[in-house]
């Protein structure tokens, strides 16, 4: 059986989900938005470097118009992906009739909290 591994962000998956789903919501409610430095607030500095404001806005008006707004979100399983925690959701955007994945990665051992990657799949 594979099992759920939070790191450090929590013993329960209640207490882990906590902890990571306010920034998660920070980070979809950006992208709805449409709003770079909002974004980048919520992630470790790296994706600056990564994702510039004119690659994020056109990612973001893409995922607008072909998905829509991001609406709600289910929690599936943990990853464990290079020293950090995978979070994955079942999604639907209020555009779309179809489902989504939504991997965030998190790096559980920083304080503050911060995502170092997010997938859309």
């Excluded at 998956?13 to 306010?22: D, G, M, T, V």
Aim: with cysteine.
């Amino acid at each position: 059986m594979i099992e759920n591994n939070f790191g450090k962000l929590g013993a329960t998956q209640i207490e882990a989900l906590a902890k990571a789903e306010p920034l998660i919501d920070a980070i979809l409610k950006a992208q709805d938005e449409v709003d770079y430095e909002a974004f980048c607030a919520n992630f470790e500095g790296g994706l600056r470097t990564n994702i510039t404001k004119s690659d994020f806005e056109q990612n973001a008006r893409h995922i607008l118009s072909t998905m829509g707004k991001f609406k709600e979100k289910k929690f599936l399983a943990t990853l464990n992906r290079q020293g950090m925690v995978g979070l994955i959701y079942k999604c639907k955007f209020d555009g779309s009739p179809d489902d989504f994945i939504l991997t965030f990665t998190l790096n559980d051992q920083a304080d503050p909290l911060k995502a170092s990657g997010i997938w859309i799949s």
